[in-house]
Nanobody
Framework: QVQLEESGGGLVQPGGSLTLSCAAS??????????WGWFRQAPGNQRELVAA???????IYPDSVKGRFTITQDSAKNTVYLQMNSLKPEDTAVYYC?????????WGQGTQVTVSS
């Protein structure tokens, strides 16, 4: 079993920045079999992709965050990060990390990000 623990959410003013972290623990993970992603869900909306590593190593971002958000990973620490800059009120949501490994998907518990003045 794999557990994901997220951190880094909070309240930030428009134009500000936040960095989210998500660390995996549990069974031994194979670096070559790990696919990280970040998603978010605002009240009344479906969960949507924010950033993710594709199996070929490319990174995908939706247009809504492209140029503002950056996903990175530290394989030695089994951790993924989401650097969010130039935050907007419409970025307010619960953010979830997701890890694909061993043919299964695991989700973090979610962390609230609120962008408001």
């Amino acid at each position: 079993q794999v557990q994901l623990e997220e951190s880094g959410g909070g309240l930030v003013q428009p134009g500000g920045s936040l960095t989210l972290s998500c660390a995996a623990s549990g069974r031994t993970l194979s670096i070559s079999d790990m696919g990280w992603g970040w998603f978010r869900q605002a009240p009344g909306n479906q969960r949507e992709l924010v950033a993710a590593f594709k199996t070929n190593g490319d990174i995908i971002y939706p247009d809504s965050v492209k140029g503002r958000f950056t996903i990175t990973q530290d394989s030695a620490k089994n951790t993924v990060y989401l650097q969010m800059n130039s935050l907007k009120p419409e970025d307010t949501a619960v953010y979830y990390c997701r890890l694909r490994t061993g043919g299964e998907y695991y989700w973090g518990q979610g962390t609230q990000v609120t962008v408001s003045s």
